[in-house]
Nanobody, 123 residues
């Protein structure tokens, strides 16, 4: 069983920055594909960014150029650096892991999920 735990959320003004962290258990973290998703109040969960075992990254158009996903395999941790935050970025952010497969944009592609961390951007 893989455990996934997000941290780093909080309240920030529009234009500011936050860095989210996601720690995942497991001896083979380097082989996991990792993804970030978010869900705003009253809206469906949406894909944000992903990084696979080869460090290939992919971003939703809404965050491209502002967010950066990265991973530190030695720490079993993936990060989401969020810059130039907008009010529309307000959501609960979830980290997810897929074991033995490529990263995808659909939540069903992922096997394990964290409980989420709240990001609130004020304007």
């Amino acid at each position: 069983q893989v455990q996934v735990v997000e941290s780093g959320g909080g309240l920030v003004q529009a234009g500011g920055s936050l860095r989210l962290s996601c720690a995942a258990s497991g001896r083979t973290f380097s082989n996991y594909a990792m993804g970030w998703f978010r869900q705003a109040t009253g809206k469906e969960r949406e894909f944000v960014a992903s990084v696979d075992w080869s460090d290939y990254t992919y971003y939703a158009d809404s965050v491209k150029g502002r967010f950066t996903i990265s991973r530190d395999n030695a720490k079993n941790t993936v990060y989401l650096q969020m810059n130039s935050l907008k009010a529309d970025d307000t959501a609960v952010y979830y980290c997810a892991a897929r074991i033995g497969g490529a990263a995808g944009v659909g939540g069903a592609d992922y096997n394990y999920w964290g409980q989420g961390t709240q990001v609130t951007v004020s304007s």
